[in-house]
């Protein structure tokens, strides 16, 4: 089997982060979304891969090359106009050829095994077949109407659902008839070729399409408050490993990651789950955490941090209470003495807020 992973997508969601970088790069637990995909598909077997890129694709082939460096080889496609997931999926046609293959949105974080969906994907038969996860919100996803395993229906975002099972970015296709279908798609509402009218495709030509359940946990992190529900998440899963240097007189409670060279000060506490890269300067007076990733080369002084993500080389030395906050790299904070106040903030690469 081989794997198809979409990343062309402009982030807009996202912004303004993903002015100047892809979504797929933001970092979770101090990795990028997209390793954690990588690293997934190669632990299930799947060494073959090829990523549908686009918008800011430089940095993300830059950071995953060949594949060799996580034990896979990738080819790149560009969809150089956006015309849909089904459209992107068209464009890695000639390199699947008669094989099998998934199909994996980019920007999604999930811990159940690839293996075990394969598996699912196989017994079943079926030429088809879509990973379906529980949510809260189902009105804001495509959603399936199951029966006994098989998807009867596929609805995509309907203003009253009738089950809560999204489609979780996680598509598997046998056999090439998907092809076909695809070739033969018309444009949505929207002008996109979708993979729900894929899917639906399958079921009007009284096709079987499996569903697999996703156990677990599982999030699409296209939104600045899902990046950090997945960061608590990928958090949630962290060990302890202390390689820098903390200070007797600093506190270090639950389970906390600090990467060399970095130096935990004089009156700093660390609630975990927190990880912290390296060539980092904490403190003096903070209090970290707990769900905070803290990148390499960060300087945080007289502040305290709480469920939030800062990139490379952020700085912050005033006395706020940052929380549910992404900064992305080299971003600065200094707005004066606000000691009695909570600040939330999504700042881009480079930006910087200070009070004069």
């Not at 994907?121 to 809260?136: D, W």
């Not at 060279?261 to 209090?287: A, H, L, M």
């Amino acid at each position: 089997m081989k794997a198809v992973i979409l990343a062309a997508g402009f982030g807009t969601r996202m912004r303004p982060i993903t002015h100047t970088g892809p979504k797929q790069l933001l970092p979770l637990a101090n990795k990028p979304v997209i390793q954690y995909i990588v690293e997934k598909l190669r632990d299930a077997g799947i060494s073959e891969l090829c990523l549908i890129v686009g918008y800011m694709k430089a940095p993300l082939m830059e950071f995953l090359g060949d594949g060799s460096g996580f034990g896979v080889k990738i080819t790149y496609r560009d969809q150089l106009e956006r015309k849909g997931l089904a459209h992107a999926v068209s464009i890695a046609k000639e390199w699947v050829g008669d094989d099998s293959f998934i199909v994996l949105l980019g920007d999604i974080i999930f811990n159940m095994p690839i293996k075990d969906m394969v598996g699912q994907h196989e017994a079943s038969g079926a030429p088809c077949s879509v990973a379906l996860f529980p949510v809260n919100d189902p009105e804001k996803f495509g959603v399936a109407e199951v029966d006994d395993g098989t998807i009867l229906r596929v609805v995509e975002k309907p203003k009253e659902p009738k089950t809560n099972l999204a489609i979780a970015g996680i598509y598997f296709f046998s056999g090439p008839e998907v092809w076909d279908i695809i070739g033969k798609l018309k444009p949505s509402a929207r002008g996109e070729y979708e993979l729900t009218d894929t899917i639906e495709t399958f079921l009007k030509r009284k096709r079987p399409v499996n569903a697999v359940k996703l156990k677990g946990s599982w999030k699409d992190t296209g939104q600045p408050e899902d990046l950090l529900e997945g960061n608590r998440f990928i958090l949630n899963e962290l060990t302890t490993d202390i390689r820098g240097t903390v200070s007797e007189e600093a506190v270090v409670r639950g389970v906390v990651a600090i990467g060399k060279g970095s130096t935990i000060g004089k009156d700093v506490i660390i609630r975990g789950p927190v990880t912290i890269g390296e060539g980092c300067t904490i403190g003096p007076d903070c209090i970290i955490g707990p769900y905070v990733s803290i990148g390499n080369n960060v300087t945080v002084k007289n502040t305290s941090i709480e469920e939030s993500i800062m990139m490379d080389e952020c700085k912050i030395d005033y006395p706020i209470k940052l929380v549910n906050s992404i900064l992305g790299r080299a971003a600065s904070v200094g707005v004066g003495n606000l000691s009695s106040h909570t600040v939330e903030f999504v700042l881009g690469d480079h930006s910087f807020v200070r009070r004069s």
